[in-house]
């Protein structure tokens, strides 16, 4: 009983340590106004999801400008599946209707500045 009690401690210890450590976004402000997403902050090591609706046929341009001054980010945009695509030419060309998601990873990001904006023919 005393074993299971301490690995379930341990367990546990890993879980909150894991969320604690690696998922934070501290001064973070955002703001999403139409086409337009906007955000500050003084650290981002974790993702932020935006959804899209866009039809079948319907052109997606999006444009994204980024300010910040250590780390990495990354951008991906999936289908509604969940299938990646290619964001190379910053537009996207809906294969099925539904709800796409902008992605936008940062890692270990410090005092930055991100707007992504994007528009649908």
């Excluded at 997606?60 to 030419?89: A, M, Q």
């Excluded at 099925?96 to 890692?107: A, D, H, L, M, W």
């Amino acid at each position: 009983m005393k074993k299971r009690l301490i690995s379930l401690a341990i367990l546990v210890l890993i879980i909150v340590s894991y969320y604690v450590f690696t998922d934070k976004k501290v001064n973070w402000n955002e703001n999403l106004e139409g086409n337009k997403y906007e955000v500050t902050f003084s650290y981002f090591n974790s993702k932020k999801e935006i959804p899209i609706q866009i039809e079948k046929g319907q052109l997606l341009f999006f444009n994204n400008i980024w300010n910040f001054e250590r780390g990495t980010l990354g951008l991906s945009i999936f289908d509604p599946s969940g299938v990646s695509l290619e964001t190379k030419h910053k537009q996207i060309r809906a294969e099925k209707s539904g709800i796409y998601t902008v992605v936008i990873y940062g890692e270990k990001l410090e005092n930055g500045h991100l707007i992504f904006s994007w528009e649908i023919k």
